[in-house]
């Protein structure tokens, strides 16, 4: 099947303590979820379980297929180049230029590949980072520091081929992002599943999902609460449980499923 087929089981940190329990769930090929919970919830647990890049590597140990193929028996380059992913915290020291580190998208190719040098102009315009490519790491804002790791990721994806299956797994994509760039954000995601790619991102804003997002996976307390299409009822009954609040509707000029907002307890 063309699809991430996670088997049900409990995802685990620190090599013994189980944090997550998981229904089988299944992502298709095309789909755009949204992963919702309060902190702790196991949104970044689940998503470095599927990425492969747990740094306890004792942890990632999740059971999923991959159309058709076992994750864990992956070659690592293979996987990487159909899986991009967008980790939630950047652990980078050194004052490499942005150019460098965009450019890193290629590395599962051997830091070549044919398509790079225009998939890497669009992509300079699409994260708008063209006036940072000389920077130096640390001298970004944190909002240029997501942008330029957004452009990295997003790249990686890219370059991708569209012929086989593709995975895109963001942690955390509108963190320290303006609202423009959280619209560019929503944008990739979307145009990503509409090239058949399958895409999961973790996102703080309730109200983010209608905007981008064809699913949703809502979790609490280290289990998935409900897991299904954004517009179904489903969806918000699972965030008042996830957040222990009352949601209400209001209408929006532009939004045809309206604004969720929380009333006072
Ligand atoms: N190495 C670890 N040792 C012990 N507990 C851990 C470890 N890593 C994560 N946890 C715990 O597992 C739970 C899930 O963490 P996770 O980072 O997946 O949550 P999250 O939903 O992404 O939260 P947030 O919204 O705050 O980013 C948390 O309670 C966290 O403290």
Not at 61 to 73: D, I, K, M, R
Not at 173 to 195: G, I, K, M
Request: with cysteine.
């Amino acid at each position: 099947m063309s699809a991430l087929i996670v088997s049900a089981q409990q995802l685990y940190v620190a090599r013994d303590t189980p944090v997550l329990t998981l229904p089988e769930l299944v992502f298709r090929a095309g789909e755009c979820w949204a992963i919702l919970g309060a902190n702790g919830a196991g949104k970044s647990t689940l998503l470095r379980h599927l990425s492969g890049i747990d740094p306890d590597q004792a942890a990632a140990n999740v059971c999923a297929q991959w159309h058709g193929e076992a994750l864990p028996s992956w070659n690592s380059r293979r996987w990487a180049q159909q899986r991009s992913v967008l980790p939630q915290h950047h652990h980078l020291m050194a004052a490499l230029s942005v150019a460098a580190i965009v450019r890193m998208a290629a590395y599962p190719w051997g830091g070549a590949h044919p398509r790079l040098a225009d998939c890497l102009d669009a992509i300079i315009a699409e994260w708008d980072i063209a006036a940072l490519m000389t920077r130096r790491w640390p001298t970004l804002s944190g909002g240029e520091q997501q942008r330029v790791m957004l452009a990295r990721s997003a790249l990686q994806l890219r370059l991708a081929e569209s012929d086989q299956p593709r995975l895109w797994l963001l942690d955390e994509p509108l963190a320290a992002l303006d609202w423009p760039h959280q619209q560019r954000v929503f944008h990739a995601c979307q145009d990503a599943a509409q090239q058949g790619a399958t895409v999961l991102a973790s996102v703080h804003d309730m109200n983010a999902p209608s905007a981008f997002a064809s699913h949703a996976l809502v979790m609490g307390q280290g289990r998935v609460l409900w897991a299904g299409p954004v517009h179904h009822d489903g969806y918000v009954a699972a965030l008042e449980v996830a957040f222990a609040l009352t949601l209400t509707r209001l209408s929006h000029p532009e939004h045809t499923h309206g604004w969720l907002v929380p009333l006072r307890p």
